[in-house]
Structure formats: structure tokens, C-alpha cells
Antibody, heavy 118, light 107 residues
Framework: EVQLAESGGGLVQPGGSLRLSCAASGFTFAGSAMTWVRQAPGKGLEWVSTITDSGDRTNYADSVRGRFTASRDGSKSALYLQMSGLRAEDTAVYYC???????????WGKGTTVTVSS | EIVLTQSPATLSLSPGERATLSCRASQSVSNYLAWYQQRPGQAPRLLIYDASNTATGIPARFSGSGSATDFTLTISSLEPEDFAVYYCQQRSSWPRTFGQGTKVEIK
């Protein structure tokens, strides 16, 4: 069974940093692009970033470009999102999603909550 | 950026009724459109991909149609577990975008 488990969320002050992790299992991680999607409280879904299966290319939403960096470690079947310069508007549940580069985003993790507040 | 506009914002129906949800793109996305269901407190779940293909494990009452700029998600007969929010999403171009969602609520 494909499983994605996010971790690393929490409360952080504006301007601070946080690293999210996503542990993947049940599929060939090295063969799949991976995506981060977020959802602010009471709002809709917002695409954040996608990284290729090899990790050689990434794409970012304008709202996070230059502040967030997606990466992956194939040896650990793990996806990461390094977030810096955090703002109140980054407050959201962050989902790790399988796929999304040339293919569909097909499996979602349960999400981890990031709250940016002083 | 491709803007996806979903209508209606809210659909009030009774169990057993047919639901028809619309998603309109600001420019052609070919057939690169997916539909997701999100129940309260849960992560989204893929229902339909590439406009009309049903994802694994999704009941046959869910179907998708359309191409280019106009797409439809149909639920043939609503079950209690189908009352949720539905999002469309395109993967035709960057940035990937979602519609604002349609909430299907119990009438």
C-alpha cells in the first residue's frame, strides 16, 4: 500500500524557518515525482512545489519561490521542504503528494500543520 | 497562469440524487484535468484523472467528462459519504492550479 507520512510541522515565528519531511513507502520512490500542496485554514488547495523523480528539477509557486526549497533523499525514500522567511500567510496544512511532474498527483499524505505566528 | 473556475460553489442535494459539478479553464488544458474529493478533516483523494479516467478504487457512480476548457464531474446517485468538497486541478502547464472547490451538502 502506498503511504506518505508528513512530519515537522509546528508553530514558528514570522521570519523563521522550518523543515518538513515526508516518509514514503509502498512504491518505487526513485521513480516518482513528488509534490507539496498546502491548504490554509478554511481555504482551498494551493500547489506549492514539485520535484522530479531524480531531483534534478523543481518548480515552485510564485508565493514561495526564493523562500522554500524542495529536495529528496532516495536512500531514505524521503521528501523535504525547507521553508525560510516564513510569513503568516504560509500558515496551512502541508500535504505531501505522489506524482505531479508529468503525471497526475495520485496519492496524498495526511498532512502536517504549520502555524506562523508571534 | 491557468485559472480554474468551479460552479456552483455549493450544491444542495439529497441522497440518491444526481450531482453535476462544473470546472471551466481560462485556457485549454487539453484533457489534463483531475478531480479530487475532500471530506471534512481528511486529505484530498483522487477521483478522476485525465478528464475521464476513474482512479483505482473509486466507485462507478463517479464519472468525468470534457476537454479543452469545459469539464464535468458527475455523481450518478449520491451516497451519504459523497457529501464533501470537490476540487478540479490542471497539469497542463506551470504553475499547477486548483479550482476553488464545490461543496456538495445535504439538502
Amino acid at each position: 500500500e502506498v503511504q506518505l507520512a508528513e512530519s515537522g510541522g509546528g508553530l514558528v515565528q514570522p521570519g523563521g524557518s522550518l523543515r518538513l519531511s515526508c516518509a514514503a513507502s509502498g512504491f518505487t520512490f526513485a521513480g516518482s515525482a513528488m509534490t507539496w500542496v498546502r491548504q490554509a485554514p478554511g481555504k482551498g488547495l494551493e500547489w506549492v512545489s514539485t520535484i522530479t523523480d531524480s531531483g534534478d528539477r523543481t518548480n515552485y509557486a510564485d508565493s514561495v519561490r526564493g523562500r522554500f526549497t524542495a529536495s529528496r533523499d532516495g536512500s531514505k525514500s524521503a521528501l523535504y521542504l525547507q521553508m525560510s522567511g516564513l510569513r503568516a500567510e504560509d500558515t496551512a496544512v502541508y500535504y505531501c503528494v505522489k506524482g505531479g511532474w508529468s503525471g497526475v498527483m495520485d496519492v496524498w499524505g495526511k498532512g502536517t500543520t504549520v502555524t506562523v505566528s508571534s | 497562469e491557468i485559472v480554474l473556475t468551479q460552479s456552483p460553489a455549493t450544491l444542495s442535494l439529497s441522497p440518491g440524487e444526481r450531482a453535476t459539478l462544473s470546472c471551466r479553464a481560462s485556457q485549454s488544458v487539453s484533457n489534463y484535468l483531475a478531480w479530487y474529493q475532500q471530506r471534512p478533516g481528511q486529505a484530498p483523494r483522487l477521483l478522476i484523472y485525465d478528464a475521464s479516467n476513474t482512479a483505482t478504487g473509486i466507485p462507478a457512480r463517479f464519472s468525468g467528462s470534457g476537454s479543452a476548457t469545459d469539464f464535468t464531474l458527475t455523481i450518478s446517485s449520491l451516497e451519504p459519504e459523497d457529501f464533501a468538497v470537490y476540487y478540479c486541478q490542471q497539469r497542463s502547464s506551470w504553475p499547477r492550479t486548483f479550482g476553488q472547490g464545490t461543496k456538495v451538502e445535504i439538502k
